[in-house]
C-alpha cells in the first residue's frame, strides 16, 4: 500500500522544482552570465593574483609618481609603491570585506523580518520598531560616528556596515512573508502540525530564493561602495592595503593635481566594474522574479519571432528584403 503524499511533501518538490527553473533561467541570462563572469574573475584575482604578481603592496620599488612603464605596468604611488601590485593586493581585502558583509547583512535582515513577519504579536511589534530605528537614522553619519569610535581596520568597517545596513532587508522581508504566510501551502503546513521554524525553513524560505539572492547582491554592492568610500575619508587603518585606502593615498599625495591619473584609475575601475557587474545580475534577477518585466519580455520575443514591431499599438509587419 503505498503511501500518500502529505501537503508539506507536495509543497516541498514544487519548491525545489521553482529554485531549479530559477537557476536554469539565471544561466541562460545573459546579464547574469556576463556579471557572474565579471565575478568570477575578480575573485579568482583576489584569490590567486599576489600568487602570480609577487611583491610586497608596500614596499617602496621605484621614483614616485613614476607613470606605466614595461617594468611597472600600472606605474607607482606617490611614495614609490607598485600600483599593480597594490591593486590586486587590495582586491582580496575589499571583495573579503564586501561579500561577507554582504551575507552578514542578508543572515540578520532575513532573521529579522522573517520572525517578524511570521511570528507577529509583540515579535513583530517590537522587531519592527528596532527596525524602524535603525532605517531611520542616516547610515554613512552612523557608520562614520561609530567606526570613529572603533579600532581601525578592515574588521571595523565591516561590522559598522552591517550595524547601519541590514534594517533595509529586514523590512522588505517582512512584508514578503507576511504575504506568504496566508498561502494555501503554509496554512496546510499549520494544519498538519509542523513545528513553525520548520515551516519557515521548508515551506516559506524556498519560495524567497530570489528575494534572499537580490538582497544579498544589493548589500554587497552597499558594503563595497561604502567600504571604499569611509577608507577614502581616512576612517580605517590606512597602513592595511585595500581599494579604499589606495584612494586615500592617492589624494593624500595630490595625484590629481601632480597628473598622477594612474594612483587612481586602476582602483576606480575595479571598483566600478565589480559594481557593475553585481548590478548586472540584480537586473537579472529582477527580470526573472517581476512579473511585469517577465510578460514584457515574452511578449517582445514573441513579436519578434513573428517579424513584428514591438511597442508599437499597431502592429507592422516588415517586408523582407526592403
Known amino acids: 500500500m503505498g503511501g500518500e503524499k502529505g501537503p508539506g511533501m507536495s509543497s516541498a518538490n514544487q519548491a525545489k522544482k521553482q529554485r531549479s527553473g530559477f537557476i536554469w533561467q539565471l544561466l541562460e541570462n545573459r546579464k547574469a552570465s556576463a556579471g557572474a563572469i565579471l565575478i568570477l574573475f575578480f575573485v579568482l584575482l583576489g584569490l590567486f593574483g599576489p600568487l602570480l604578481v609577487k611583491g610586497d603592496p608596500s614596499a617602496f620599488v621605484s621614483a ?9 605596468l600600472f606605474g607607482t604611488t606617490g611614495q614609490g609603491q ?16 564586501g561579500f561577507l558583509t554582504g551575507f552578514a547583512v542578508m543572515v540578520i535582515g532575513a532573521a529579522v523580518g522573517m520572525i517578524a513577519g511570521f511570528f507577529g504579536g509583540w515579535i513583530d511589534s517590537v522587531l519592527s520598531f528596532i527596525t524602524n530605528v535603525f532605517l ?5 553619519p552612523m557608520a562614520v560616528v ?18 547601519t545596513g541590514w534594517a533595509w532587508n529586514a523590512r522588505m522581508l517582512r512584508a514578503q512573508i507576511l504575504s506568504l504566510r496566508e498561502k494555501d501551502f503554509v496554512l496546510a503546513a499549520i494544519v498538519s502540525g509542523e513545528g513553525r521554524l520548520r515551516i519557515i525553513f521548508r515551506e516559506v524560505l524556498p519560495n524567497m530564493t530570489s528575494l534572499l539572492m537580490s538582497g544579498f547582491i544589493s548589500a554587497t554592492v552597499y558594503a563595497i561602495g561604502a567600504q571604499v568610500g569611509l577608507e577614502f575619508l581616512g576612517i580605517g587603518d590606512v597602513s592595511v592595503v585595500t581599494w579604499g585606502t589606495n584612494l586615500y593615498w592617492a589624494a593624500n599625495n595630490a595625484a590629481l593635481l601632480t597628473g598622477a591619473w594612474w594612483t587612481v584609475v586602476p582602483t576606480g575601475v575595479c571598483v566600478a566594474l565589480i559594481g557593475f557587474a553585481l548590478v548586472l545580475v540584480n537586473f537579472a534577477i529582477d527580470e526573472i ?5 517577465r510578460a514584457e519580455g515574452t511578449w517582445t520575443r514573441l513579436l519578434k519571432s513573428h517579424d513584428l ?8 509587419v516588415r517586408r523582407h528584403g526592403s
Do not use: M
Open 64 to 72: 614616485p609618481h613614476q607613470p606605466p612603464s614595461s617594468e611597472y
Open 82 to 97: 607598485d600600483v599593480l601590485v597594490q591593486t590586486i593586493a587590495g582586491a582580496r581585502t575589499s571583495l573579503a570585506v
Open 289 to 293: 522574479t517581476n512579473p511585469r518585466l
Open 146 to 163: 561609530i567606526a570613529a569610535y572603533l579600532k581601525p581596520g578592515p574588521v571595523t568597517i565591516g561590522v559598522v556596515l552591517i550595524i
Open 309 to 316: 514591431e514591438p511597442g508599437l499599438s499597431t502592429p507592422v
Open 136 to 140: 531611520i537614522i542616516p547610515g554613512l
